[in-house]
């Protein structure tokens, strides 16, 4: 009994530690889709197989910024330039089709280039947020995984549903 007990401890662990953990969102950068309290879902193991992708909704740590995890959306990968003119945020020069929320930030930003081993990430709620705009490019290293699935409230569950169309010209 207390090997299947002690099995079954390493087996969660693992789990835990490779494949999936919960998340409790911390915050309202990501209103109107993600609310704080919610608990998610995070593959911590799907950036082992390939790189994040815009849309994607990940969960990184910068602990020199801050000792809890950020949660936010990738709006760029290496090589992309992203611009923000009067709160419309382009990718290589393409007005993203931002489909997951009001912006209420009509703010400009220069453009960037995204260095290599890095993403570019934007919380929905731009007004409260703080992301690539303040503090950078995330370094891929430092991303725990994918949030995918919404298990609590319980009136909110499921998944978090395909990214947005990225980098798409708005009208087309």
Do not use: C
């Amino acid at each position: 009994m207390l090997e299947t007990v002690l099995a079954a401890l390493v087996v969660a662990l693992l789990v835990r530690t490779f494949v999936v953990q919960v998340y409790v969102v911390d915050g309202d950068s990501m209103l109107p889709n993600l609310h704080h309290g919610d608990r998610l879902l995070v593959n911590k193991f799907i950036y082992r197989l390939r790189p994040p992708r815009p849309g994607e909704i990940i969960v990184f740590h910068l602990p020199e910024l801050s000792a809890r995890p950020f949660i936010k959306r990738v709006i760029a990968v290496a090589g992309d330039r992203v611009e923000i003119r009067e709160g419309v945020v382009f990718v290589n020069d393409r007005p993203l089709a931002e489909n997951y929320g009001p912006h209420l930030d009509d703010r400009s930003y220069p453009p960037v280039v995204v260095p290599p081993g890095t993403v570019w990430v934007l919380g929905d709620n731009r007004p409260v947020s703080s992301d690539s705009r303040l503090i950078g490019p995330v370094p891929l290293d430092r991303i725990e995984g994918e949030a995918f699935f919404r298990f609590w409230p319980p009136g909110d569950w499921g998944t978090l549903g395909p990214p947005p169309q990225p980098a798409a010209a708005v009208g087309d």
